[in-house]
């Protein structure tokens, strides 16, 4: 029941890779300046846009649990910011890699969009402990929106303190005031983007249902065997999604509200 | 607004009866500075570099203070008092952030006097104005967040392990905003014009996590 059209976007996922890879180094044109090293940029400016966007939407994801107290909007902040923290090592890596080869360093600090990237990293890499440090899995969920909230919001704040703080910018690849890319490129650029997007929701997708199924599964066994049979949920920084042994659903709603704890 | 200015003067009360956040956070700051000394082998700073020493000291000893924050309400039961009472939440947002920005500016008081005695090579007076200035909007910063993170961390199992982690990564645009508005203050021919540009960082980092913390604070005093 859990992992509806997976297979489709699987399948998508797959078609849009190869087209990409293939586009890569059978359709787009070798840069002037870079030559082949800037083949790395329709892996590395995806990865890195697509993990962003991802950051900013496990905030809204976290929002959204926090004004409807539903735990799936909860299981879904957790696991966009998850795939895109791993994203987000990729695009740290490539970045090192093209900075190595077309300006001399594994690092550089006067490009703010890599710094900045490294700043929301270090941020962000701090949910999981933050997670795994609170038991109770209903304020565990509920503290880890409200960081979501903040570590969102500070991405796009971040990204313009540290574009001011660098003394030179260097040249967009995307800038539109020299013209930008020839056709070939954008054209290779934006079949990345799809693909990279594909790619993040087919993660994500996975790991939802395989999240759901484990908790399905939990359930049943329960059920069927007895609430003792089923050994209790240890520390984890995982959202849970079953609620108390004695009723084993798939997804239970929050019980015995605390008297003192007036709605909002 | 009576709600807040209470719990205010109950940690006010609290500080002075037995200090504990605003000698730690003192102490530190001067320390941080004869250890600057030592690990720059310079005796005296000036320019990007004095303004770098102070902020980052100024930042770390906030750190200390952050920790510090919800102690008392987490040991002796102040939440439950606040959530048995019949005021708005945000009173305690208000109250804590508050206390927060004193204590900051207290010990800015005598940290800043001291950096200018140790370190600082330019004279200090033509700087004060834009020091002031940018010291203001840097506290507010660090009250806002730091009441935000403090809240946070304070019920997990890794309190003081959280709030470093979490709140200096959060820090870094009004870090930058202040360490680079400080630098022309402190240039090595006498203090130059305020920079707007880091001003205006500064304002929005305060304005954007204002509202922020104001939003999901009610989110972190639920149970």
Not at chain 2, 49 to 75: D, H, K, M, P
Request: overall charge positive; hydrophobic content about 55%; some cysteine.
């Amino acid at each position: 029941m859990y992992g509806k059209g997976l297979r489709a976007l699987t399948l998508a996922t797959f078609a849009a890779m190869t087209a990409t890879f293939a586009l890569v180094f059978f359709y787009a044109p070798l840069d002037a300046d870079q030559g082949f090293i800037q083949k790395i940029f329709y892996v590395h400016v995806p990865v890195a846009i697509v993990t962003l966007i991802a950051y900013v939407l496990g905030a809204v994801f976290a929002a959204l649990h926090l004004r409807t107290r539903d735990r799936k909007w909860d299981l879904r902040s957790y696991v966009v910011i998850h795939i895109a923290l791993i994203f987000n090592v990729l695009g740290l890596l490539t970045g090192a890699i093209w900075a190595k080869a077309s300006w001399g360093h594994w690092w550089v600090w006067d490009e703010p969009t890599l710094v900045s990237y490294l700043i929301v990293f270090l941020l962000f890499a701090t949910y999981q402990p933050l997670r795994f440090s609170i038991e109770d899995p209903e304020r565990q969920a509920r503290y880890a929106s409200v960081f979501a909230i903040m570590a969102g919001a500070f991405v796009p704040l971040n990204f313009i303190a540290v574009r001011a703080a660098s003394a030179y910018v260097h040249p967009r690849v995307l800038a539109t005031s020299e013209g930008g890319m020839p056709g070939e490129m954008a054209f290779t650029f934006l079949i990345a983007i799809i693909a990279m997007t594909l790619l993040f929701a087919l993660l994500c997708s996975y790991e939802i249902a395989a999240k759901q199924t484990r908790w399905q599964l939990r359930a049943l066994r329960r059920r069927v065997l007895g609430g003792e049979a089923v050994a209790p949920r240890g520390r984890s920084a995982a959202p849970a999604l079953d609620g108390p042994p004695s009723r084993g659903g798939g997804s239970a709603p929050r019980t015995a509200r605390n008297p003192a704890e007036a709605p909002s | 607004m009576r709600p807040s200015v209470a719990l205010l003067r109950k940690d006010l009360l609290l500080e002075r009866r037995a200090p504990e956040s605003i000698p730690a956070m003192l102490l530190f700051s001067i320390t941080t500075f004869v250890l600057f000394h030592f690990a720059l082998g310079r005796d005296q700073v000036e320019g990007q570099l004095a303004a770098g020493v102070l902020v980052v000291t100024l930042l770390f000893a906030a750190i200390l203070g952050i920790n510090r924050l919800f102690v008392s309400e987490q040991e002796e039961g102040g939440f439950d008092g606040v959530l048995l009472a019949p005021i708005d939440r945000t009173a305690l947002l208000i109250a804590k952030g508050a206390a927060l920005f004193l204590f900051l500016t207290l010990v800015e008081v005598v940290a800043v006097a001291a950096f200018a005695l140790l370190l600082l090579g330019p004279s200090p007076w033509p700087a004060l104005p834009g020091l002031l200035v940018i010291l203001v909007l840097l506290n507010l910063a660090l009250a806002t967040v730091g009441t935000l993170v403090s809240a946070l961390a304070i019920r997990t199992r890794a309190r003081d392990l959280i709030v470093p982690m979490v709140a200096l990564p959060l820090l870094v645009p009004a870090l930058i905003g202040a360490a680079r508005g400080a630098a022309p203050l402190f240039a090595a021919g006498g203090a130059e014009a305020l920079p707007t540009k880091w001003l205006a960082v500064l304002a929005l980092y305060d304005l954007v996590f204002g509202l922020l913390a104001y939003a999901v604070f009610d989110f972190l005093l639920e149970d």
